[in-house]
């Protein structure tokens, strides 16, 4: 079984739907929560930060982190067709300095 | 502030040879972490170096190996290529502060024929 989980998808959505993106996760020693970006043949983006258990809200972006129930979200509101990529969750654990775990990724499609 | 910079963009290999990548971090961050691509197994971490010392490292043979250098840049060496090493090896540089944030740079795509 994998630390993390991620349905890859892909997901298919029309243009000015909410987007719900998720992870698991089985290593309690977690504490930061990340969302990645990718588009195709580039490198991942930050698109959101958390630490430990909260929800973080950035434009059309919000992140909830469950760490009781260790899932982790994120809702993208009035999505676009230029928010079509693959987005990764990613993880490090306490002590675990720089090491990113991350989710298969899901693959999202906005189409007009 | 330029971001991270990885050299080069795209690579073929045949299968024993050796490859080096660059990465040069975003001014002032000391920590440089590299991962593999690929679309079977996802993004995989394979070390991370600050100040010149590794201080983690992942599940991968000894083929692979890395370094850094004073002024933050980093390099990863692959030894005798397999065909399965064909991934976009990317590179990430976080800054000092409580948070980690990573930023990563557009990657290293290895193709080994």
């Known amino acids: 079984q994998k630390e993390v989980e991620q349905d890859p998808g892909p997901l298919s959505v029309p243009e000015g739907a909410i987007v719900s993106l998720n992870c698991t996760y089985s290593?309690?020693?977690?504490?930061?929560f990340m969302w990645y970006r990718q588009y195709s043949r580039k490198g991942p983006e930050l698109l959101m930060y958390?630490?430990?258990?909260g929800n973080k809200e950035d434009g059309r972006f919000t992140a909830q982190v469950d760490k009781s129930s260790k899932y982790i979200s994120l809702f993208i509101r009035d999505s676009q067709p230029s928010d079509s990529a693959t987005y990764l969750c990613?993880?490090?654990?306490?002590?675990?300095?720089?090491?990113?775990?991350f989710g298969a990724g899901t693959r999202l499609a906005v189409h007009p | 502030k330029a971001g991270v910079t990885q050299t080069p963009r795209y690579l073929i290999k045949t299968r024993g040879q050796q490859v080096t990548l660059s990465c040069s971090p975003i001014?002032?961050?000391?920590?440089v972490s590299w991962y593999q691509q690929t679309p079977g197994q996802g993004l995989q971490f394979l070390f991370e170096?600050?100040?010149?010392?590794?201080?983690n490292k992942g599940n991968f043979p000894g083929r692979f190996s890395g370094r850094q250098f004073s002024n933050s840049r980093s390099e990863m060496n692959v030894s005798t290529l397999e065909l399965g090493d064909s991934a976009l090896y990317l590179c990430?540089?976080?800054?000092?502060?409580?948070?980690?944030?990573?930023?990563f740079g557009p990657g290293t795509r290895l193709t080994v024929l």
């Open positions: 001014s002032g961050h000391r920590s």
């Open positions: 170096y600050f100040s010149e010392t590794q201080r």
């Open positions: 990430a540089s976080r800054g000092a502060g409580a948070h980690n944030e990573q930023f």
């Open positions: 290593n309690s020693a977690f504490q930061y």
């Open positions: 990613a993880m490090i654990a306490s002590g675990g300095y720089n090491k990113l775990i």
């Open positions: 958390t630490y430990s258990s």
